[in-house]
């Protein structure tokens, strides 16, 4: 009788065990504590347990998918700075690089725009060598109270330099430039903080008082941000009562729909809306629902495909954790997640969402055909993500970056941006900069070949292999050559895009990108073709 008892307890016990995770959770906190506490007691040198609980965590949360996150007490002020729009600090980005600090790019109108250029290099804060920083603890002595001090030792143009600045409140506009070409005015955004919707509101009005009456929408590389800032700036263009987007999570309190609340601005000036693969979440639902209703033309590349929405949580000791709470499907029912987190293949790898969902057919409002699943497909696509590795390097690899200061420094500036035309001339200086320096990209094939060489020349083999290896370098260097050859407009481009903003600043760059980006000039081209425009959007 009693082992009837018992064993109707044990299979009570696993069955309770298999509804509620909580029981497993406690179970393996106790395993987790003991393994601590042996490590404390006997382990046979000192252990930094904070840093390595933080990383337990953070490794945890990885096995999630890649926007639940874990912030410490410097992770989410960063963060709340981004979504707040403004920061105390100098206007600077910056990139370490060697142990030091590379200024990348700089803010008009702020303390770094008077003392700073780009490509200068920051090797000390205050007393402290940034070799012996932290990229962390680094980014955190940059920033600071707007009012305060801070000593520079920076290194520009191959002389040392010291540099005080004194720091101030940092505006993270969401819209970075404006721009009215005839009748087309041109907005681009590059986040959707707390600022977005008032600002995005106010450069439409001011570009229909100065006279556009068709619009271009520039959101390439907009990562996204606030769900209502979006759901504001989607009403600008449709009427009251639209729905938006529709949140559904696996509880109910997270199930929500956000409809426009307001009268339009305009629901009649022709949109057309710029995206590419970078452009995500907020991004993509504003190309998305536009699309959907049939009131703006995409055009770029494919989204990237981010259909899922976070929310932060605080924890204990000044901490953070943002999770993912829900998907959301735009008005035609479409789920735009790429990314399938929650199904893997036998090495961990994340599955597209296409191997697990069928694909289906959804219809806009003028019944035109989207599908679902893995972004948001434009209306004309434009490829323009370089995919050859060599030159990616060239701009991951900061190869472009540095030749571009190297340029400025040592070519004077023209009188006018409309002067400025990089020429055949300048791109051979680049392959001759990339050779005097050997910066050359390398593949991970040339990089084999190189250690078989050297292990070659180690172990004395004959003449002939290494000359063997020799002739194989030369033949890939001659390759790599070729390809920067076939991608030279494109390099130029870059390049120019750089230089201009470091000669004429940001201003400049705008009006730069409006007349010389092909994804802007198709766009002007459809606006001015109604009859395309409307045969696109599936106008009778």
Do not use: C
């Amino acid at each position: 009788m009693k082992r009837i008892i018992s064993g109707i307890f044990l299979v009570f016990t696993l069955s309770l065990t298999a509804q509620n995770p909580y029981f497993e959770i406690s179970k393996q906190m106790e395993i987790y504590n003991d393994a601590l506490k042996q490590l404390s007691t006997n382990y046979i040198d000192d252990i930094n347990f904070g840093d390595l609980m933080q990383k337990n965590t953070k490794r945890m949360l990885n096995g999630l998918d890649r926007f639940t996150t874990f912030y410490d007490e410097q992770g989410i002020l960063n963060q709340k700075m981004r979504q707040e729009g403004h920061f105390g600090g100098l206007g600077v980005r910056v990139r370490y690089r060697d142990s030091l600090i590379l200024v990348t790019d700089i803010f008009m109108d702020t303390p770094a725009a008077e003392k700073l250029k780009a490509g200068d290099e920051i090797w000390k804060i205050g007393d402290k060598k940034v070799s012996e920083l932290s990229s962390k603890v680094a980014s955190t002595l940059l920033k600071g109270e707007a009012g305060s001090e801070v000593a520079l030792e920076i290194k520009r143009n191959g002389k040392m330099i010291p540099v005080k600045i004194k720091r101030a409140d940092i505006k993270l506009d969401a819209v970075t430039g404006t721009y009215l070409d005839g009748d087309i005015g041109y907005i681009r955004f590059v986040k959707f903080n707390k600022l977005a919707s008032r600002q995005v509101k106010k450069a439409l009005l001011d570009l229909k008082e100065k006279g556009a009456k068709k619009l271009i929408i520039d959101v390439r590389g907009n990562p996204g941000g606030f769900l209502n800032e979006v759901v504001k700036i989607v009403n600008f263009f449709i009427p009251q009562g639209k729905v938006v987007v529709t949140t559904k999570g696996r509880f109910e309190k997270f199930n929500k729909t956000y409809s426009t609340k307001n009268p339009s601005v305009d629901e009649e000036i022709p949109v057309v809306i710029l995206v590419n693969n970078r452009s995500a979440s907020a991004s993509e639902i504003l190309s998305g629902s536009l699309q959907d209703y049939d009131r703006a033309v995409i055009i770029g590349d494919t989204t990237y495909g981010k259909g899922l929405v976070q929310r932060t949580y605080k924890l204990k000791y000044g901490t953070y954790m943002k999770q993912t709470i829900s998907k959301y499907y735009i008005p035609s029912g479409r789920l735009i997640q790429k990314i399938d987190y929650w199904h893997r293949d036998k090495n961990g790898k994340p599955l597209l969402m296409r191997d697990n969902l069928k694909e289906k057919e959804f219809k806009t409002t003028n019944g035109r055909i989207v599908h679902n699943l893995g972004g948001v497909v434009p209306d004309i696509e434009m490829k323009t993500d370089i995919t050859e590795t060599l030159i990616k390097d060239l701009i991951n690899k900061n190869i472009l970056f540095d030749f571009a200061t190297w340029y400025y420094y040592h070519q004077p500036q023209p009188a006018k941006p409309e002067d400025f035309k990089l020429t055949d001339q300048d791109f051979d200086r680049l392959l001759k900069f990339m050779a005097d320096k050997d910066l050359y990209p390398k593949s991970d094939a040339e990089k084999i070949l190189a250690k078989a060489k050297k292990k070659a020349q180690k172990e004395n083999q004959d003449a002939t292999v290494i000359k063997m290896y020799e002739e194989l370098e030369k033949s890939y260097k001659l390759h790599n050559i070729n390809v920067l050859r076939k991608y030279k407009d494109y390099i130029l481009s870059e390049l120019s895009k750089d230089l201009i903003k470091r000669y004429f600043q940001k201003d400049a760059l705008i009006e730069y990108n409006v007349k010389h980006d092909a994804v802007i000039l198709k766009a002007k081209e459809v606006l001015n073709n109604p009859k395309q425009y409307n045969k696109i959007l599936g106008k009778k």
